[in-house]
Every structure is written in structure tokens, then in C-alpha cells.
């Protein structure tokens, strides 16, 4: 297996870091005449800390994973740019991919000029690890799984993930933008056991503030700190670490939340089965329903004419004829399912 080490572009090996003023002295001081802030206007005339330290020690308190092993990010965005730029050398490495996912992979590729192999799952939305790995050479430096899986909504077996980490000679990257809505299936748990594994989350979705841009990276210290090297100094805003630091003190609305999206989940799904122009309703572990149905745009265009607007997703590989409908609040869902019935009836 390549050391970290051994993945990294050499530009990025050799990099000098920008050292701030808030880099060199850290500490506790009264008077701060090194960063050429305005004194006035407290507190939002200072830069923020670079490190996020107050943050990464709540997450690192409320997940059980020792804070340097804590990346944070402007949304799951930044840290997926800043595995491109740390370990693909553009139009030379390339990355491997599941099919379909989470289309912000193909577009951080394509910024960076770099090749992304596509491997379909199989018909009943698993991982085709043989064909993964098959897909692989010795240029590919990244793989990414997205588990809960967007649009499809399952999570992927484990074992299927382990191989796959445990034999793809580079970093597996593991998004797991929806694991609050199946907490049970995270490997964070597990991410001691594999140097090569990066897992994504979000604040975006069970949380319930994807306004606020925050995404959280965890890895080994190697991993991270490569990150941190490279990402913008100041790369997360007062007023994002200091919601962050609200809002994880409010865990119990976050599993409130939850708890009341996979109840309401559970009756949009009922509801949708028995409806005549719907084929299928995919198993959800997530807060999305991929349906199959019989006119996946009429249906769209149907529900945006009735100012609904849910994803048309029939165009997408595996995915002919369905649309992804986010689960909304108990009235939003309501008049979803009436303007359906409505469908039904024309
Ligand atoms: C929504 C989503 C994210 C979240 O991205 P942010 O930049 O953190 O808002 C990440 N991955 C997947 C698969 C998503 O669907």
C-alpha cells in the first residue's frame, strides 16, 4: 500500500504554508497590535481562528474522535476541492467514482482537470466492489462512496466499504452527508483502524444548517493537517464557528428533527405506494425518497406548475423515470400528496 505520503502531489509536499499572525503567537494576550485589524467594532474586527479550536473540541466531545483528527470546511465542498488539489496532479491521477452519486465529485474533477472513472452499481443500487477495483490503476488517488447514497438513498454493506478501503491503493473518501438519519451504519467509529479513509459530513442536513456553510472532514492527523495546510487561512467566519458552537450545544433538536423526518418519511411512503402512476418506492435510509414512476416529467412539471418543486432525476444512470422528493414538514408534505392525487386523477 502507498504511504500518504507516497499519494500527495510533490508541489504540495514541498509546501510552505502561509503563516498568519494569528499562526505565530497563540496564547493568551490583552493587547493585539500584530494583525492590522480594526480595534473598533468588537468582536467582529478580528480574524477568526484559523484552527476552529473551540469548535473541533465540541465535536470532538460530542463524536468521540480526538479533535486533530477533525478537518472543517466551508460545507463538505471544501474539504472534496482540497483532496483533488492535495493528492491529483491534473491531467495525470485520476479518481474512481460510484454510479449514480453526488454530483459535486465530477465537478471538483473537472475544475481541477482531473479524470473521473465511473463504476455503475448494480441493479439494486449496491457496490460492484470487483468492477471498483477493476476500474483502479495506479494513477487513481482517490475513491469516493457516498453512504446513505444520493439520489438512491440506501447505505451501502459495510463489509462491501471495508473491502474497498482495505484494498484501493489510495484514500477512500466516504461521504456521509446523511448518517444522522441512520447513525447505526457510520464507520467513524471505526476510523482508527484504516490510515486511508477520509469521512464526510455536514451540518447541512440533520442539522439543519446548511445556511451557515460548515462540513466536517475526519481523518488521520497526516490527513488533516495536509488539509489545513492547504485551505484558505481563514477558511470558516466568526459567525459560522460561533452558530456552530450554539447549535452543538442543542444536540436534541438535531435528533428531535430527526426523529420527526423518519416518522414523516414512513407516511410519505405509504401514501406515495399506493399511489397508480408509481412503480416503485426505494428504500430510504435518509431524508429523500427516490420513487420510480410512470412519467417522471410530466409529473415534475405537473408538481412545479402547482409551485412544488421536487428533483427530476430520470436522466441520471440506474435512475430512468424517478424523481427524489426531499421530506418536508408535516403541511408541505401534505399538499405535496394532495397535488399528486390530483395527477392520479387527470
Ligand atoms: C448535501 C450533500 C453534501 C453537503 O454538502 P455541503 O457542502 O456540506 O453543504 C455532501 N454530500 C452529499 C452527498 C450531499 O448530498
Redesign the pocket.
Known amino acids: 500500500m502507498k504511504t500518504i505520503d507516497q499519494l500527495l502531489r510533490p508541489n504540495i509536499k514541498g509546501l510552505k504554508p502561509y503563516s498568519s499572525a494569528r499562526d505565530e503567537f497563540t496564547g493568551d494576550a490583552s493587547v493585539f497590535l500584530d494583525a492590522n485589524e480594526n480595534p473598533f467594532n468588537q468582536p467582529y474586527n478580528r480574524y477568526p481562528d484559523p484552527y476552529q479550536r473551540k469548535v473541533k473540541n465540541k465535536i470532538s466531545e460530542l463524536k468521540g474522535i480526538e479533535a486533530e483528527r477533525i478537518f472543517l470546511g466551508n460545507?463538505?465542498?471544501e474539504p472534496i476541492d482540497l483532496l483533488f488539489r492535495a493528492f491529483c496532479e491534473p491531467g495525470v491521477d485520476n479518481v474512481v467514482s460510484i454510479d449514480p452519486?453526488?454530483g459535486?465529485y465530477q465537478v471538483a474533477a473537472d475544475i481541477n482537470n482531473v479524470e473521473v472513472r465511473k463504476v455503475l452499481l448494480t441493479d439494486n443500487f449496491e457496490l460492484d466492489v470487483e468492477a471498483l477495483f477493476a476500474t483502479s490503476d495506479d494513477n487513481s488517488k482517490l475513491l469516493f462512496i457516498?453512504s446513505p447514497n444520493?439520489p438512491t438513498g440506501n447505505c451501502f454493506a459495510e463489509k462491501d466499504i471495508v473491502s474497498l478501503i482495505q484494498g484501493f491503493d489510495g484514500i477512500v473518501v466516504l461521504?456521509e452527508?446523511?448518517i444522522d438519519f441512520a447513525p447505526e451504519k457510520s464507520l467513524l467509529k471505526r476510523i482508527d483502524e484504516f490510515p486511508n479513509l477520509v469521512i464526510?459530513q455536514?451540518?447541512?442536513?440533520a442539522w439543519g444548517m446548511?445556511g451557515i456553510?460548515?462540513?466536517m472532514a475526519f481523518a488521520s492527523a497526516e490527513i488533516t493537517s495536509i488539509l489545513s495546510n492547504i485551505k484558505y487561512p481563514y477558511n470558516i467566519n466568526i459567525l459560522t464557528q460561533e452558530k456552530a458552537l450554539e447549535l452543538l450545544d442543542n444536540e436534541k433538536d438535531k435528533l428531535y428533527w430527526v426523529e420527526r423526518l423518519l416518522a414523516e418519511r414512513q407516511v410519505l411512503a405509504d401514501a406515495l405506494e399506493k399511489m397508480s402512476f408509481v412503480q416503485k418506492v426505494y428504500p430510504s435510509d435518509a431524508n429523500y425518497l427516490l420513487i420510480r414512476v410512470n412519467d417522471a416529467k410530466a409529473i415534475y412539471q405537473f408538481l412545479v406548475d402547482k409551485k412544488i418543486i421536487v428533483r427530476d432525476r430520470s436522466s441520471v444512470s440506474l435512475c430512468t423515470g424517478c424523481l427524489r422528493i426531499t421530506i418536508g414538514q408535516p403541511a408541505e408534505n401534505s399538499l405535496l400528496l394532495e397535488a399528486l392525487s390530483l395527477y392520479a386523477q387527470k
Not at 455536514?202 to 442536513?205: D, E, L, M, P, R
Open positions: 460545507g463538505s465542498d452519486s453526488y459535486m457516498c444520493n461521504d452527508a446523511y464526510l455536514t451540518f447541512s442536513k446548511a456553510r460548515l462540513g
